[in-house]
């Protein structure tokens, strides 16, 4: 073991690549929108072997985006999203498959498309992959740079927490539209007003975020059961006549559990210590013979 230690490259095999401070910066892209990025192999495409200019400023590949507090449906993960994953076939550092980007671009960023439900309005696609979201009437190039394309839905920013009255799904149902005020979106929650006109319909809320299993919803002391659309983003149905404050909190029982037992194994260990520095400074009984 020591021998590999000291003749075996405590770096190898992992590719480094040259991210400068303007990462930190959300600029040139909007925190307010929800981007999918496009682009190839980054351990291949974006290290400082092939690239050794700086890198990401547009496409912000892997986990990037965090720093910048942007919001991008796909990043490093080495666990990652699981409907996201099977579905648009990414891979741990965030890379969609080449032909399922083209297929999503052609056919699913339009109207009613699967980006448009998960509240996706901006694009950025690598100079490498040289593709467009269509119809082109749906989307504006906004930004050109060497690095790719950058485009934003022209109709209004998708709101993070929408109200709809059918959803693919669920084909054979109808749902009342609610009203929805005072959004807080966070990383790991999002809350907002909700009020269901009285009657006989419930409403649907979708949320433009991942979906993960582990993902609870209170509205005020009622909670709500959370369910997703194939596995893509959240879904809340709202029972007729409820209003209050909604949130949506990712809390899976893992974090929870983990959170406990770590809190407990500082406490064992903070007494241990004080136990055994009382002793040390406990005066010792003086035995005369």
């Not at 009657?199 to 582990?214: C, H, I």
């Not at 959370?226 to 899976?252: C, Q």
């Amino acid at each position: 073991f020591l021998a590999t230690y000291f003749y075996i490259p405590t770096n190898c095999g992992v590719p480094r690549y040259n991210f400068s401070q303007e990462l930190l910066k959300t600029s040139p892209l909007d925190s307010r929108r929800l981007y999918l990025s496009i682009y190839p192999w980054a351990e291949l495409t974006y290290c400082e072997a092939n690239k050794p200019q700086p890198v990401g400023q547009t496409l912000r590949p892997g986990s990037t985006p965090m720093w910048a507090g942007l919001r991008f449906i796909n990043g490093y993960s080495p666990i990652r999203a699981a409907g996201v994953a099977r579905e648009f076939a990414t891979s741990i550092h965030g890379e969609i498959n080449p032909d399922v980007g083209s297929y999503l671009l052609s056919h699913q960023s339009g109207t009613e498309g699967e980006l448009e439900l998960m509240g996706v309005d901006g694009i950025v696609v690598a100079r490498e992959v040289d593709i467009a979201p269509q119809p082109s009437s749906d989307w504006e190039l906004v930004l050109s740079t060497n690095e790719g394309n950058v485009f934003h839905r022209r109709d209004a920013q998708s709101a993070p927490v929408r109200s709809v009255t059918s959803i693919k799904s669920r084909p054979n149902e109808q749902f009342v539209p609610a009203t929805i005020s005072r959004i807080n979106d966070s990383r790991n929650f999002v809350e907002a007003d909700v009020d269901v006109p009285s009657g006989n319909g419930s409403a649907l809320l979708m949320f433009s975020r991942p979906y993960f299993r582990g993902y609870e919803a209170r509205l005020a002391n009622q909670k709500l059961a959370v369910t997703s659309y194939r596995g893509l983003f959240p879904v809340v149905e709202v029972p007729a006549g409820a209003h209050g404050r909604l949130m949506l909190a990712y809390r899976p029982y893992w974090l929870v559990w983990g959170g406990a037992v770590g809190v407990v194994c500082t406490l064992v260990v903070v007494s241990g210590f004080l136990a055994a520095m009382k002793r040390r400074v406990e005066p010792r009984a003086v035995t005369s013979g």
